[in-house]
């Protein structure tokens, strides 16, 4: 059943060479127990069978549209961009084609959006192996969420956010290390806030490969966006860094 002429929810899923996962992703999609959305899967070049999958989903449900990058990016950067260029809907979420979301996600996160006019919703979520066994490994991020607090570092999973365009307008990411916690900071420097569900919405594939797993180069990240992405003095700067390495030095002694 559709709601409204324009979906409420605009899902982006960038995809490259995922095969094996993409439809555990949109299934996950197709799941959810709120059915007002619109998913836009952009494809990346895709080299193995991910746009054949794409493309029989998208002729089964209308809701599910794709794109496709003319040459290969590297990144999710210019697919999530493309997709939030094309989204219809008022929120605009997040969700990577190795990752699930649990059928709660966007009905959890619209009811905090209904009682509260905050910028992000997002939410707790598990890690799972590459076959997506759940490991009973929860992330659980705070209750709530400003700009100061988020300079400590990030604590919004990208595969939980979801944004409200009506009041930030479209907000598009940056091709730069933590391109997802940038566009959070941005949003939150403008003086609104995010709130947590509290719940588990989502599933984090974890991959020994993963982008986020190289420690050093994380920490030079941090360091860039804090100088200058955010533009801080180097007192404020070595201030908020130096909370994120003792978050991330405790984070990895787990």
């Not at 029989?56 to 210019?78: C, F, H, V």
């Not at 697919?79 to 997040?94: D, L, S, W």
């Not at 944004?163 to 290390?177: C, H, P, R, V």
């Amino acid at each position: 059943m559709y709601f409204n002429v324009l979906p409420l929810v605009s899902i982006i899923t960038p995809c490259y060479n995922a095969a094996p996962f993409i439809s555990q992703a949109i299934e996950s999609v197709l799941a959810q127990s709120f059915g007002d959305w619109e998913m836009i899967i952009v494809d990346d070049c895709s080299s193995d069978d991910s746009l054949l999958i794409i493309q029989e989903y998208a002729r089964i449900d209308s809701r599910i549209r794709y794109l496709r990058t003319d040459k290969p990016s590297g990144s999710p950067t210019l697919p999530r961009n493309m997709g939030i260029k094309e989204a219809k809907g008022r929120y605009i979420a997040f969700l990577d084609s190795d990752d699930i979301w649990l059928p709660n996600k966007l009905s959890d996160q619209l009811k905090v959006f209904e009682k509260s006019e905050v910028a992000i919703v997002f939410s707790n979520y598990e890690k799972v192996n590459l076959d997506g066994e759940r490991s009973g490994r929860e992330i659980i991020a705070p209750c709530e969420v400003d700009y100061p607090l988020l300079l400590k570092g990030n604590c919004i999973g990208c595969l939980t956010a979801m944004y409200d365009s009506a009041l930030t307008g479209k907000i598009f990411f940056k091709e730069i290390g933590h391109e997802d916690y940038v566009c959070w900071l941005s949003i939150l420097k403008q003086g609104y806030k995010a709130r947590n569900t509290n719940t588990v919405t989502a599933l984090y594939r974890v991959s020994d490969h993963s982008v986020s797993s190289n420690k050093l180069k994380a920490m030079r990240w941090q360091w860039n966006i804090l100088r200058n992405e955010m533009d801080l003095p180097v007192y404020k700067a070595v201030y908020y860094f130096i909370h994120y390495a003792i978050r991330a030095f405790a984070k990895a002694m787990r």
